[in-house]
C-alpha cells in the first residue's frame, strides 16, 4: 500500500474494481502524505480531508451497488482559481483570502458528477498572474525534485502536488502557459485543450479570451481520464463551444490496438527553427532534439515549418493579456467584491487602498499595464494594433499546419529555476516565449517529459495541434510513452515513503 501514489489513473481505476484496495484507502494514503509532507512544497491552499473521507466511503458504496464510473473513488484536487461550493476560494491573492463561494464551476460539478474525490485546493501565482508560483499570498511553492527550485506557473500547485505523490490527478488553468511550464518544470504531462472545450463558468477570470482549464497528470493518459468529464458546452459559458464529444481514453486504447513497430508511421512533426533560437538552454535543446529523434523512430517525419516569431508572439501577449486583467479585475474594489481596507476616510481612500493593501505587486504591474494599453490616446497604438497581430498570429499556425499534423517545439526555454533568483519580471515573462502563441490562437497544446538535466530536473517537449485535435495530441504522447520511460521517474519527494 506504500506505493499506491506511484499507480497510473488506469491502474487506480483497475485496482478499485478488483477491490485491491478501497476508495477509502486511497484517499487516507494520499492525505497522509500530504499532512506529512506538504509542510516542504506548500502546494495546498486549503485541505478539505473530512469530506474526502466522507466522498471516499459513499463512492465505495456506490461500487459496491453496481457503480460502473471509471472514476468514481479516483482522488484529485483543484487549482484554487475554480469556484468550489462552500470551500474557500482564493485565487492565491489576500484579495479573495476569505472568499467562501456559494457554487461550483461547471468543472467541478461535472468532475464531482464523475464521482471523484476532491482533497482540496491548491496554491498558486496570484490571479494566475506568474511563471513560477512564487506570487501566492500563501507563500512560494517549491519544486518536489528539488526544493530549492520553482515549480513552474501558474498552475504550480497542481504541478507539485502530483509530481510529490500528494495526489495522482489535478485540475489547472493555462493562460499563457500555465499548465504545461509546470509540467515541463516538475517532470509531468499536461494539456491545454482548444479554446471552448472546457467551460470557464466559475473560473476566476484573468484574461477571458485566453483562460482555458485543462489537467495535470504523471502520463497522457492521466490527462485524458481528467480532462473527459471537464468537457462540453456549457450554455452559461458564452465563450463555450458546441462540438463534437471525443472519447479521449477509448481513442488511446483503440490507437494502442492498432500500433505496430512504427506506431507513428505518416505522422508529420512540424519544427520551426524559430522555437529552436537564441535563448533556449543548451541542455533543453539536446533533450527535446533527441526526443524528435525518438519521434522519427517511432515512424514519425520531421518537417521545417514557419511561425510567428516568439519575440512578436510574446509583445502582443503582455499588451493584450493585462488589458484583459485590467477590465476583469475592476470588480475587486472594497465594494462591490473582494478585500476591504480598515478605517477608509472616504470612498477614494477605500479604492486605493483596498486595491493596493489587496493586490500582489505582480497583480498591480499587469493591471498598471492593460490601463495604460486601454486608455485614451494608447487604445489604437497598442491595444488594437496587438489584435491585429493576433490575427497574424493565427494565420501563421493555419499555414504552418498545411505541412504537418503537430508542431513540436521546447515547452519551456529552461528547466526550473531557483526560487531564490527573484527573476525581472521581464526575464520571468520569457519563460512564456514558447507557450503563449498556442493561447492566442486558440489551440490545444500538451506539455510531456522528455528527460532530466545533469542537475536532475525535468525538461518538457511541447506538442501544439489544431484546434479541437486534443485526441491526436494524447494518442501521440501516449504512443511514445509506451516507448519510453521519461515520465515514470519521480521526484525525490515522491520517493520518500510516510
Not at 466511503?57 to 475554480?82: C, N, S, T, W, Y
Not at 526544493?147 to 495522482?168: N, R, T
Not at 489544431?466 to 521517474?489: C, G, M, P, V, Y
Request: proline share 4%; hydrophobic share 40%; glycine share 8%.
Amino acid at each position: 500500500m506504500s506505493e499506491l501514489h506511484h499507480l497510473s489513473t488506469q491502474q487506480l481505476i483497475t485496482g478499485l474494481q478488483a477491490k485491491q484496495f478501497s476508495s477509502l484507502d486511497l484517499t487516507e494514503h494520499f492525505i497522509k502524505r500530504i499532512d506529512a509532507l506538504d509542510s516542504k512544497i506548500n502546494s495546498f491552499i486549503t485541505h478539505t480531508s473530512e469530506t474526502a473521507r466522507a466522498q471516499a466511503q459513499a463512492a465505495d458504496e456506490m461500487r459496491a451497488q453496481g457503480d460502473k464510473r471509471p472514476l468514481l473513488g479516483v482522488p484529485m484536487a483543484h487549482k484554487d482559481i475554480f469556484c468550489t461550493q462552500g470551500v474557500l476560494t482564493t485565487c492565491g491573492s489576500k484579495m479573495l483570502h476569505n472568499f467562501v463561494s456559494p457554487y461550483s464551476a461547471t468543472i467541478v460539478t461535472n468532475i464531482d458528477k464523475a464521482g471523484m474525490i476532491s482533497l482540496g485546493k491548491l496554491n498558486m501565482d496570484e490571479f494566475a498572474m506568474g511563471s513560477d508560483s512564487s506570487s501566492s499570498y500563501y507563500g512560494a511553492v517549491h519544486n518536489p525534485w528539488n526544493l530549492e527550485h520553482v515549480p513552474g506557473g501558474s498552475s504550480g500547485g497542481s504541478a507539485s502536488a502530483i509530481a510529490a505523490g500528494f495526489i495522482p490527478l489535478a485540475t489547472a488553468s493555462d493562460t499563457g502557459g500555465s499548465i504545461r511550464q509546470p509540467a515541463s518544470f516538475c517532470g509531468l504531462t499536461g494539456i491545454k485543450p482548444t479554446y471552448g472545450r472546457v467551460s470557464r463558468f466559475g473560473m476566476i477570470a484573468y484574461a477571458s479570451s485566453l483562460d482555458q482549464a485543462g489537467s495535470l497528470g504523471r502520463s497522457a493518459k492521466d490527462c485524458a481520464y481528467l480532462l473527459q468529464p471537464m468537457i462540453g458546452h456549457d450554455p452559461r459559458d458564452a465563450t463555450s463551444i458546441k462540438h463534437d464529444m471525443p472519447n479521449y481514453v477509448q481513442d488511446i486504447n483503440e490507437a494502442e490496438a492498432q500500433a505496430g513497430d512504427k506506431p507513428l508511421a505518416g505522422l508529420r512533426i512540424g519544427v520551426a527553427k524559430e522555437y529552436f533560437s537564441e535563448g533556449l538552454n543548451a541542455e533543453v535543446d539536446q533533450l527535446v532534439r533527441a526526443a524528435l529523434q525518438q519521434y522519427e523512430d517511432l515512424g514519425a517525419t520531421v518537417v521545417e515549418v514557419n511561425i510567428t516569431d516568439p519575440e512578436i508572439t510574446l509583445a502582443t501577449y503582455y499588451m493584450l493579456a493585462p488589458a484583459e486583467a485590467s477590465s476583469n479585475l475592476s470588480r475587486f474594489d472594497g465594494v462591490r467584491f473582494g478585500y476591504r481596507c480598515d478605517n477608509p476616510k472616504d470612498l477614494i481612500d477605500l479604492y486605493t487602498r483596498s486595491r493596493s493593501e489587496g493586490f500582489g505587486p505582480e497583480v498591480q504591474r499587469r493591471i498598471l499595464m492593460g490601463t495604460y494599453s486601454l486608455s485614451a490616446g494608447y487604445f489604437d497604438a497598442y491595444y488594437i494594433k496587438a489584435q491585429k497581430i493576433r490575427r497574424l498570429i493565427i494565420k501563421d499556425f493555419d499555414d504552418a499546419f498545411a505541412h504537418c499534423d503537430v508542431i513540436a517545439s521546447p515547452t519551456a526555454p529552461t528547466a526550473a529555476y531557483k526560487l531564490s533568483e527573484n527573476l525581472d519580471p521581464a526575464t520571468m515573462y520569457l519563460g512564456d516565449v514558447y507557450t503563449i502563441g498556442v493561447n492566442l490562437a486558440g489551440l490545444p497544446a500538451l506539455s510531456q517529459p522528455v528527460g532530466l538535466t545533469a542537475a536532475g530536473l525535468p525538461v518538457g517537449l511541447q506538442l501544439i495541434g489544431q484546434h479541437w485535435q486534443e485526441s491526436k495530441l494524447l494518442t501521440t504522447a501516449h504512443l511514445f510513452q509506451q516507448r519510453t520511460d521519461h515520465h515514470l521517474q519521480h521526484s525525490a519527494i515522491a520517493k520518500e515513503t510516510v
